[in-house]
Each structure stands twice: as C-alpha cells, then as structure tokens.
T-cell receptor, first 114, second 109 residues
Framework: DAMVIQNPRYQVTQFGKPVTLSCSQTLNHNVMYWYQQKSSQAPKLLFHYYDKDFNNEADTPDNFQSRRPNTSFCFLDIRSPGLGDAAMYLC?????????????FGPGTRLTVL | DAKTTQPPSMDCAEGRAANLPCNHSTISGNEYVYWYRQIHSQGPQYIIHGLKNNETNEMASLIITEDRKSSTLILPHATLRDTAVYYCIVRAYTDKLIFGTGTRLQVFP
C-alpha cells in the first residue's frame, strides 16, 4: 500500500548531539511537511518542501534544518537538540494541485533528549 | 493562529452518533472546512472536508451552516476505535494546515 514511512519510530539522543529523522513516501506526492508535536499539544508546522522549494515557517528555530534529496525522501536534522526539542515529529505529504489537497501523515518519530 | 473554536472534550456511548461542533465565524469565501483526527500515538488522519454543501463519506458526515460560520462532524455509529482528538481546520485548499486544540472524543462501552 502507498504510504508515508518514518524511521526510526523512537529516537533517543543526548543533549547537544545532532540527530537526523527520516521520512519516505511511496505516494509520489510533490509536497512534504515536517511537524513538531509536543506532549498534549497540537501539531505545529516546522517547514515544507514543494518539490525542491523549501518553505520555512517564520518561528521555526535555526536549530532545525531539512533536506529533500529526491521526491521520495525528506530528512529533519536537529543540529543541537535541547531538552525542549523532545517531541513527536510528524512527516506528511500532499499532492498540490489536487482538488482538495489532503495531507497524509506518517506514524511519527518520538524523540527523547537526555 | 487557528481560526476555529472547538469544545475541549466530549463523551459518546458506543453505537450512538457523535456530533462534534466547530465554530469558524471568520471563515472566508474561499476557505474550506477540514476535519482530521489523531488516534493516540498515531499521525493525524484526514476525515472529510467541505465548502458550503453538506458532505458524507464512509467515515463521517459534515454539516455546514448556511452562513458557514459553524459546522458539525457526525460519526453516525461511534465505536471504541473512534476515540481520538478531532481537529476542525479552516483553510484555502493550497494553504497550510494550522491545527487548533481540537476536541478529545472519548467513546465508552
């Protein structure tokens, strides 16, 4: 089945140690998103790619970077994780130009910072 | 900022209809009403969307008032698997999803 895959599902890192989360999709969608969801809060958009065009949200910290080497893959890099970056990170895709632009979400990666 | 207001929580008996309200009094003419839900420890899942007409699919029905200032998501026969946080989101179809606080629906036996 076509889907959005996130690896790993659980990631533990140390304070200040760079970490990379990955997302892949088999939907051939042209837009990929990264959201951060802290405990008991709603998902918050960090940035998205429309094809190769990167779109950063104004309040996304510089500590968060992203790469999209091809249509299928997108990575979230946290350069120096702090305790406040512990959260669920959700990847989503959509097909811009589709009549209703539904977003498909992956299962998320839960990041713990020690 | 989210453009919607939802009750923080609701309960529903299994097998009964769950009616989840959403206020969006500042909705613009080109903005749709979308509903997503998030089951615990999973990613959000699209449910349904509408512009001004009522909509129905295999998961739910969406009733939008004539003035479009509010809507109701209806799960006709709630099951325990419908326990989740339900998000009502207003957006033009090319815009970002901005999640509000949502309604936590608890379906009980």
């Amino acid at each position: 089945d076509a889907m959005v895959i996130q690896n790993p599902r659980y990631q533990v890192t140390q304070f200040g140690k760079p970490v990379t989360l990955s997302c892949s999709q088999t939907l051939n969608h042209n837009v990929m998103y990264w959201y951060q969801q802290k405990s008991s809060q709603a998902p918050k958009l960090l940035f998205h790619y429309y094809d190769k065009d990167f779109n950063n949200e104004a309040d996304t910290p510089d500590n968060f970077q992203s790469r999209r080497p091809n249509t299928s893959f997108c990575f979230l890099d946290i350069r120096s994780p702090g305790l406040g970056d512990a959260a669920m990170y959700l990847c989503a895709t959509s097909l811009r130009g589709h009549s209703y632009n539904e977003q498909f979400f992956g299962p998320g990666t839960r990041l713990t910072v020690l | 900022d989210a453009k919607t207001t939802q009750p923080p929580s609701m309960d529903c008996a299994e097998g009964r209809a769950a009616n989840l309200p959403c206020n969006h009094s500042t909705i613009s003419g080109n903005e749709y009403v979308y509903w997503y839900r998030q089951i615990h420890s999973q990613g959000p899942q699209y449910i349904i969307h509408g512009l001004k007409n009522n909509e129905t699919n295999e998961m739910a029905s969406l009733i939008i008032t004539e003035d479009r200032k509010s809507s109701t998501l209806i799960l006709p026969h709630a099951t325990l698997r419908d326990t989740a946080v339900y998000y009502c989101i207003v957006r033009a179809y090319t815009d970002k999803l901005i999640f509000g606080t949502g309604t936590r629906l608890q379906v009980f036996p």
